[in-house]
């Protein structure tokens, strides 16, 4: 069975910052990874989808990579501003089967 | 375009009480998933529909859980009865097609208190 596991669980930087935000799976075996954005009492907003032929997907502020070998994304955000402040969550897809969630790492951009 | 709908947003109910939610996909999407977020967890997949069928409830409780998807558009999942566990948001999600490389899109889901 698919686990996918985020680190950190909680992170916490000054506006301005580049940071990055980590995800293992423990199956290789995956369609695509995608990563997801959750605003408090909201659904989930995609960000990227990294179909499991690629290496990396950008969208703005926003670069995702995936190395299937390591069983590793990570999520890089630059120049960090206070809206960025929300959960992120990554999911590897299986195939026909739903996407298998990590828990999320609640990110707090300071002002 | 609309996204997905779901409703309630919001619903407190009683131990031992039935509820129901409702979810309208994305016009087009021929996949809908229903899943369930714990606090502090990222969502767990209960059910995926194509089109009006279920191709994967093995994680659905089905002695208290059911779900149905008439006509293959709006789907409805009912709990009866509830349990304090089963206090969690449900999010309902749709996809062009059946397969995993096609973009899952979020409905708000609906949060349920069971006290």
């Known amino acids: 069975k698919q686990e996918v596991t985020q680190i950190p669980a909680a992170l916490s930087v000054p506006e301005g910052e580049n940071l990055v935000l980590n995800c293992s799976f423990t199956d290789s075996a995956i369609y695509n990874l995608q990563w997801f954005r959750q605003d408090p009492g909201k659904g989930l907003t995609s960000l990227l989808l990294?179909?499991?032929?690629?290496r990396e997907q950008t969208s703005g502020r926003l670069n995702a990579s995936l190395d299937k070998s390591s069983g590793r994304s990570t999520l890089y955000i630059a120049a960090s501003q206070p809206g960025d402040s929300a959960t992120y969550l990554c999911a590897s897809g299986g195939g026909a089967d739903g996407l298998t969630f990590g828990k999320g790492t609640h990110l707090i951009i300071q002002p | 375009e609309a996204g997905v709908v779901q409703s309630p947003r919001y619903k407190i109910i009683e131990k031992k009480q039935p509820v129901a939610f409702w979810c309208n996909p994305i016009s087009g999407h021929n996949t809908l998933y229903w899943y369930r977020q714990n606090l502090g967890q990222g969502p767990e997949l209960l059910i995926r529909?194509?089109?009006?069928?279920?191709?994967?409830d093995s994680q659905l409780p089905k002695d208290r859980f059911s779900a149905e998807r008439l006509k293959g558009v709006d789907s409805t999942l009912k709990i009866q009865p509830a349990e304090l566990g089963d206090s969690a948001v449900y999010l309902c999600?749709?996809?062009?097609?059946?397969?995993?490389?096609?973009?899952?899109?979020f409905g708000p889901g609906t949060r349920l208190l069971v006290l």
């Open positions: 999600a749709s996809s062009l097609a059946a397969h995993s490389r096609e973009t899952q899109y």
């Open positions: 529909y194509e089109n009006e069928e279920a191709v994967d």
């Open positions: 990294i179909q499991s032929s690629q």
